[in-house]
């Protein structure tokens, strides 16, 4: 660890990286939004029925 510490010696603590924009259209959020409410509906309805599934053959 000393080692590391010594090479860290005089250098910044962090490095702030700075990306381009993301430049996504109303349409785009909308899709993506409806997407991973209907992907969710469905796993919320999915796992119920397996869990009861499981209980009702016992």
Same mark, same amino acid.
């Given at each position: 660890?000393?080692?590391?510490?010594?090479?860290?010696?005089?250098?910044?603590?962090?490095?702030?990286?700075?990306?381009?924009?993301?430049?996504?259209?109303?349409?785009? #959020?909308?899709?993506? #939004?409806?997407?991973?409410?209907?992907? #969710?509906?469905?796993?919320?309805?999915?796992?119920?029925?397996?869990?009861?599934?499981?209980?009702?053959?016992?």
């Amino acid at each position: 660890m000393a080692i590391f510490d010594e090479g860290r010696q005089g250098k910044p603590f962090t490095i702030v990286t700075y990306h381009a924009a993301d430049n996504t259209n109303m349409a785009m #959020s909308a899709i993506r #939004s409806l997407t991973t409410a209907f992907l #969710s509906v469905l796993i919320f309805i999915w796992l119920p029925g397996k869990t009861l599934a499981v209980f009702q053959q016992l």
